[in-house]
């Protein structure tokens, strides 16, 4: 059976306000991350709620979500206390340090969960002209990470 976690974003209905006078309605409806597990090409159903206005989705595929009209809240949606309370103290300090957002969490929790040694988590992500440096956690056993960067070359040539 294949399976791994995917990080992906879900869009909303709701549009951020730094976006509300843009002429392209599309590209101004507000996007969030959601962490989703896969098996056998079918991803696992859950619940997301939106980190703007707080509606409520069903997460149905990768990048595919169903409003819940009427719901603004279930306390059935796992959050950042709820992954925290499964894991060791000392991967719990390493995402509190970087403020990490629950879909990280999640992800650090399924590759725990799986005992996918060796999978990373992104922790931070930066910009600087040509070049993205990425911080990561990989986690090599239960007990067990490491935290690293890689410079990566954002343009070709030059």
């Known amino acids: 059976m294949a399976s791994f ?5 879900i869009r909303c209905r709701c549009v951020l306000p730094q976006f509300k006078n843009s002429s392209d309605p599309e590209n101004k409806r507000h996007r969030f991350v959601v962490f989703s597990e896969v098996n056998d090409d079918v991803v696992k159903q859950k619940y997301a709620q939106c980190n703007n206005c707080g509606s409520i989705h069903k997460i149905t595929d990768i990048c595919t979500s169903e409003i819940m009209p009427g719901k603004e809240a279930m306390s059935s949606i796992v959050t950042v206390e709820d992954v925290k309370a499964g894991m060791n103290p000392n991967l719990v300090s390493v995402l509190e340090r970087h403020k990490c957002d629950l879909p990280t969490w999640e992800h650090a ?17 930066d910009v ?7 911080k990561y956690i990989r986690i090599l056993g239960e007990n067990l990470y ?11 040539g030059g």
Do not use: M, P
């Open 109 to 125: 929790q399924y590759i725990l969960e799986n005992k996918r040694w060796g999978d990373f988590v992104i922790l931070a992500n």
């Open 5 to 9: 976690g995917q990080k992906h974003l």
């Open 146 to 156: 490491k935290v690293d960067s890689h410079i990566r070359r954002e343009t070709i």
């Open 128 to 134: 600087d002209e040509d070049n993205r440096t990425v």
